[in-house]
């Protein structure tokens, strides 16, 4: 706290992003671990709840007549501009944030201080949710092929890395240390899938430190058991997952690629994806773009293009196809990895193991491998997602790229997946957030230094108890697109893949479509449901009748309440649908207030049958009436977790009018 | 009321009318061709009868939904009618409203405008007269006419060819006089240009031109840039080839894509019918649309503000309706636009992708409502073709003089008759459709506009994932219905059977 130089600013704006003309007055709240803006406005008294986790750049921009504007960007792409009249007042705001943005300490992140309010039982089973010794079990390890190996217990070998690992049966605690000698960070290869059908495997490492021309035995026995594992080919695929050049020049630093030469009966393939500097740089072109003010089409597409995104999304695709092929219709184990074998590696794997396995598309499924190839194979939340004040440069959206993967997969099979677009949207969310303990610190030995487990709440129990939010009504166990790989065509099609604008423009809700396709479809399933069970009880009570009426005898029985059939909720009616300005620069065009009839609003029929899954409207239902008594607990209090979005309150339909 | 076939709710039940000095009469409420008439059906009430021709003019209110019509009568007489139903009430309105619009049969041998259909809506202040004389000064002979009239506040559009001004600014009274017919009093309206101010001025080099606001002194214009012909068409060559070359890199893709310029054009024309609809709805004025002939873009323009704007547009027999209206009888030259598509080398002037583009922006709308629309993708992919190659007379010809010389009525099938058959319906509807009664307002962003993948993408990638979610979506919704029906059935069956046992027991 004792960095909050101001906690409470009256009369700020809120500045409207897509009519700026629009901004709410209110009350701008700094706590411990939000900023908090209170509209005025007594029908409303809206609320926007910013995690402090969660900002990403504060700006302070020029003075103007109105106030001192400053600009937050967030790391779940929302942007909110506030103009506080007084520039001492900004400045103190200003200097605040900038240090609540950026804790020194694991203890200042929220997660330590959010209280879901469950008993110790219930958080400590959350916490075995997903258990990654079953996960193992269900791909049919241990086997005779493949053993649990405790050469990295207590972190000995590899701090990087967890305790359990499954390497093959003929590699010895001499090869894998050996091996280990011989890999940056040694990171030696250890298993990441195994394809039960065929038994080929994926396994992962960081890259050799063969130089120009160094060698290693034992690392060439731990490739040869890799393929000895896998009976049914006489060769193990190693894919480098950076660009050839990067590879080679890596050599120059002692390190590099295998050589084929030196490896019997290894494939060695490239497959360029860069970076995390490049890709950190590509997002920040692509968000400009999404940031732009009324662009042209060709501002879009010009600056999705020159942003390469998209074409890196593409790159870490294809590596995942080549992978999932080689492993499904090669038969053939592959080895993976990058530099260090954290980054490109994790996102690789993952992407093969979603298209080879239907299990990882499942609900629960999914939080196994990210729990599995990111979280245990140390992939460096901490310091890619900035949640401790750090190297600017060690931040990327690594992981981001991968939940995009899988978005651009959904578009492709909209049934395959159990899960819906909101699942992966709340996941990122969490990533950043810093409300739960599964996404901190860089290691699973940090981890355990740290006590997670026991002093943090899992996402992965939270997002379990919800999931009827997260499901896809189009899924089904038994649909030919669960069974099974997923196949790719394999022309290079780039127009499969697209701008996710669900994800980076999803704080403008009015470009997103406004019925929920999703929404309705579950609403639909519902009532299904519900009509079942009603069909069920009708017939046993006809039954029932018909049986007394043989008998002549009478009964008296009661009117059956008719269930009411209700409308189908489609539409949020959080998303004003008002006309937007379409009158571009037209200066004289009239700027009249239109009577604010909710005729155009509210966008569909009954209210009744809402479900409001949007995060905006599900768990801060319950809000605490006032702000003023805020401790550093959960914002919505009692058992909800706070919201993963900040808006807080449903829009109302504000008529976005002519800019004049 | 001059014609019956404008009544589009004939009866009302429920209907209160109140009369000074006597009690509320709850009755039906009947329209025919001259009488306005209320009765209780009871034998002792009196019923009553009124002309059309008495009603001098009338408001219309609405708490929740019930209407009120006030109508106030030339003898002096005022009455009101409370009508249950937002819709009833407002057919009822618009029918007996003492209408400010007729019909025209001037063009009935196709004389005053050759591409304009024999009859169309004009303001009843204007004599035919007048409008031949409008005709000589609207490029085409397309004099302005009615488009669509906006029922909730009586704005309206309005379409017309350009003016021909020349580069001497001549003017025409009977032009003046006739689009400032359709402005109530002390009200603005607006004319949308489809051309850039710079295009409009050029055009006066050729005889053709803009509105000079000092002679339209109640309009203001807004110039608002859709392309045209020949750039519309190698817009779409470049697309269709984009999207075939499969050897490029995404960048080139991208970049092949934004060069196309297709989705620029898409941006540029929904984002000018939005603007129309914005004027009626919101600005409660009425508008006039033109752009060179009136014959592309202006339809454009008007087809999709009335999908904006009209609940009814959004069914299927709606669209139909709409692209009858605007398209095929507004006289868009289909042969012309249509004689060749995104492959043919031999390129003519006339050809533009003008339908295509439409049928693109009413997708994209669809794809931002997808519960809103009574029709799916497939109907519009349907029209599309039909549009280009069709073994129907729908499409044939430029316009409706050219149909009518070629009898297509007498040798072709309509297009309409064969898809509104049951079987081929059901192809074309959307099963998510849930009436929405609202104006929809899409987002013209480019993050809200992407490629029609069901048209430009159709034969370069498989489809089957789609279509089975797309089945997947159709199976869930039908086993609803299917519960539902029977779950009512065997209500109806308890509910029988048990009265029938209370009546057994009961003495």
């Known amino acids: ?660 | 009321m001059e014609f019956a076939e404008l009544i589009k709710t004939p009866r009302v039940d429920n209907v209160v009318l109140h009369r000074p000095f006597y009690p509320a009469v709850e009755g039906t409420l009947c329209l025919t061709g001259h009488h306005l008439i209320l009765s209780s059906r009871q034998d002792n009430t009196e019923e009553l009868w009124l002309l059309h021709s008495n009603i001098d003019a009338i408001d219309k209110r609405f708490v929740g939904s019930l209407g009120t019509i006030i109508i106030k009568c030339k003898d002096f007489r005022i009455i009101q009618l409370d009508i249950p139903g937002m819709e009833e009430c407002l057919n009822i309105a618009s029918s007996i409203e003492t209408s400010e619009w007729r019909l025209s049969y001037v063009n009935k041998e196709f004389a005053v405008c050759p591409s304009y259909p024999p009859i169309v809506t004009v303001p009843k202040s204007i004599d035919d007269e007048a409008l031949r004389k409008v005709a000589t000064f609207r490029h085409g002979g397309r004099f302005p006419v009615l488009s669509y009239y906006h029922k909730k506040n009586g704005m309206v559009i309005m379409r017309s060819g350009q003016p021909l001004t020349g580069t001497n600014g001549r003017r025409c009274k009977e032009d003046e006089k006739l689009i400032n017919a359709t402005l109530r009093a002390g009200k603005r309206g607006y004319i949308i240009d489809t051309r850039s101010l710079n295009v409009a001025q050029q055009a006066r080099a050729k005889g053709g031109g803009f509105e000079q606001e000092a002679h339209y002194p109640q309009w203001r214009r807004i110039h608002k840039s859709i392309e045209r012909y020949h750039i519309l068409q190698e817009s779409l060559i470049k697309l269709v080839e984009a999207c075939n070359d499969q050897t490029h890199n995404m960048d080139r893709w991208l970049s092949k894509l934004e060069a196309s310029n297709w989705l620029t054009h898409i941006k540029e024309i929904l984002t000018a019918a939005c603007l129309a609809a914005q004027c009626i709805d919101r600005e409660g004025a009425s508008i006039l649309i033109h752009g060179t002939e009136g014959t592309d873009s202006t339809l454009q323009v008007t087809s999709l503000a009335q999908i904006i704007l009209e609940p009814r547009s959004r069914t299927i027999r709606g669209f139909e309706a709409l692209i009858e209206r605007e398209w095929l009888q507004a006289g868009h030259p289909f042969q012309q636009r249509c004689a060749q598509s995104a492959y043919c080398n031999t390129k003519q002037k006339w050809e533009a992708p003008v339908f295509l583009l439409f049928l693109d922006c009413v997708w994209q709308i669809l794809r931002q409502f997808p519960c809103s629309f009574e029709f799916n993708e497939n109907f519009l992919i349907m029209l599309f073709e039909h549009a280009y190659a069709s073994q129907f007379g729908t499409f044939l010809g430029n316009n409706e003089s050219e149909r009518c010389k070629l009898k297509l009525q007498q040798k072709t099938m309509s297009l309409w008759s064969w898809v509104n058959q049951p079987g081929e319906l059901s192809k074309f509807t959307n099963p998510l459709f849930e009436a929405n009664n609202l104006v929809i307002w899409p987002s013209v962003a480019p993050q809200s506009l992407p490629l029609w993948e069901g048209i430009f993408l159709r034969w370069n990638r498989s489809s089957k994932y789609l279509d089975e979610a797309y089945e997947e979506m159709v199976n869930i919704i039908e086993y609803n219905k299917e519960l539902q029906a029977k779950v009512n059935i065997l209500r109806r069956q308890l509910a029988e059977l048990e009265t029938e046992n209370g009546m057994q027991e009961s003495p």
Not at chain 1, 595 to 601: C, T
């Open chain 1, 1 to 660: 706290m004792e960095h909050i130089r101001t906690p409470k600013v009256e009369n700020v704006r809120l500045v409207d992003r897509v009519s700026p003309k629009k901004a709410a007055l209110g009350t701008l709240y700094l706590t411990a671990t939000h900023v908090i803006f209170v509209e005025n406005s007594p029908d409303t008294r809206k609320e926007t709840w910013i995690l402090h986790s969660q900002i990403s750049t504060i700006e302070k921009q020029a003075t103007t007549a109105t106030g001192c504007p400053l600009l937050i960007r967030c790391k779940n792409f929302q942007i909110i501009q506030l103009i506080i009249p007084q520039e001492r007042d900004c400045h103190d705001v200003y200097i605040s944030l900038i240090r609540l943005a950026r804790p020194v300490k694991y203890e200042e992140l929220y997660c330590f201080s959010f209280n879901p309010m469950l008993d110790k039982e219930e958080r400590e089973q959350g916490w075995v949710l997903i258990d990654l010794s079953e996960e193992y079990k269900r791909m049919g390890l241990p086997n005779h092929h493949w053993q649990l190996s405790d050469v990295n217990r207590d972190y000995r070998v590899c701090d990087s890395y967890p305790t359990e690992l499954y390497v093959p049966k003929s590699a010895t605690a001499h090869i894998i240390v050996g091996s280990s000698k011989f890999r940056s960070r040694r990171r030696f290869p250890v298993l990441s899938y195994y394809y039960k059908d065929n038994h080929a495997s994926i396994c992962r490492s960081s890259q050799p430190l063969s130089g120009f021309s160094a060698r290693c035995l034992e690392d060439e026995q731990m490739l040869q058991a890799i393929r000895k594992a896998n009976p049914g080919s006489d060769f193990v695929y190693v894919v480098d997952t950076r660009p050839k050049l990067n590879a080679m020049a890596n050599r120059a630093a002692g390190k590099g690629y295998e050589n084929e030469d030196n490896y019997s009966n290894i494939k060695f393939q490239f497959i360029g994806i860069e970076n995390i500097h490049v890709m950190r740089n590509s997002l920040q072109k692509m968000l400009e773009v999404c940031e732009l003010k009324s662009p042209s089409m060709s501002d879009f597409l010009w600056g999705l293009e020159n942003s390469g995104w998209l074409r890196h999304i593409k790159a870490i695709m294809d590596a995942g196809i080549f992978i999932a092929k080689a492993v499904s219709e090669e038969g053939a184990s592959v080895l993976v990895h990058c530099s260090d074998g954290w980054d490109r590696t994790a996102q690789v794997c993952s992407v093969a193991s979603l298209l080879l396995d239907p299990h990882y598309r499942t609900l629960k499924g999914f939080m196994v491998l990210i729990e599995k190839d990111w979280i245990s194979f140390g992939h460096k939340f901490n310091h890619r997602y900035g949640n401790l004040d750090g190297d600017p440069k060690e931040v990327s959206p690594v992981i981001d790229q991968f939940i995009e993967c899988v978005w651009q997969l959904m578009e492709q099979f909209p049934c395959a997946f159990e899960f819906n677009e909101r699942f992966l949207i709340h996941i990122q969310h969490h990533i950043y957030s810093c409300q739960f303990g599964n996404f901190l610190c860089n290691s699973q030995k940090e981890r355990r230094e740290l006590k997670i487990q026991e002093r943090t709440y899992s996402l992965w129990a939270h997002l379990w108890k919800n999931r009827a939010d997260y499901l896809n009504p189009l899924f089904r166990a038994d649909h030919s697109q669960t069974q099974g790989t997923l196949h790719l065509p394999t022309a290079p099609c780039n127009f499969m893949y697209k701008f996710w604008s669900g994800m980076y423009n999803r704080f403008e809700k009015g470009m997103q479509p406004r019925q929920s396709v999703t929404d309705y479809l579950m609403a639909v399933k519902e009532e299904t449901q519900q009509l079942e069970e009603e069909l069920e009880a009708l017939e046993e009570r006809l039954e029932k009748i018909q049986k007394v009426q043989l008998n002549c005898t009478k009964v008296k029985s009661k009117q059956s309440e008719p269930s009411k059939h209700s409308g189908f909720s489609t539409s949020d009616n959080s998303i004003a649908n008002t006309p937007q300005d379409y009158s571009g620069n037209m200066k004289s065009f009239p700027s009249r207030s239109p009577s604010q009839g909710d005729e155009d609003s509210a966008l569909i029929l009954t209210q009744d049958n809402l479900k409001s899954s949007d995060p905006d409207l599900s768990a801060n239902s319950d809000q605490e009436s006032g702000v003023e008594d805020l401790s550093c607990r959960s914002p919505s209090g009692g058992e909800h977790a706070p919201s993963e979005d900040s808006g807080k309150d449903r829009d109302s339909d504000e008529a976005v009018f002519l800019t004049a």
